[in-house]
Structure formats: C-alpha cells, structure tokens
C-alpha cells in the first residue's frame, strides 16, 4: 500500500475528468484520508468557497498553494 501524497490540512486544487463538470473548480482543503483503491487513494476535501465536502481520488489533485497561518 502507498502512502497518502496530501496530508490533512493542505490545500489542494481540483483537476476534474470529463465526468466531473458539476464540480466546482478552484482550491479545496484536505479534510481526511481515506484507504481507496489499491493504485489510488481517496480524500475527503471540502471547497473553500463553497464549503461542500466531496470524495475524490488522489490522481484528481495536484498541489495548491500553501497554507498561510495568521
């Protein structure tokens, strides 16, 4: 089993298939990780502007910017 790429807490941005054009793109924020399938694994994100959680797979997301702490 691989370990998870996303850590909790980071942000990440959507890169959605061609299945996905309900999904809203722009920044997400990595809320658990979940075991998925062997080859890819899922989190748990929720959209920063729009604060609906989804479950997408890790080959969905890439790095976004970091997290700015006040």
Excluded: I
Aim: charge should be positive; hydrophobic fraction near 25%; charged fraction near 25%.
């Amino acid at each position: 089993m691989t370990p998870h790429l996303y850590s909790v807490g980071q942000n990440v941005e959507f890169v959605p298939g061609r299945y996905d054009t309900n999904v809203p793109r722009g920044l997400y924020t990595v809320v658990r990780q979940l075991p998925g399938p062997p080859n890819d694994r899922e989190y748990r994100v929720k959209h920063q502007q729009d604060g609906h959680e989804r479950v997408v797979l890790e080959s969905q997301l890439r790095s976004g910017p970091p997290k700015l702490f006040a």
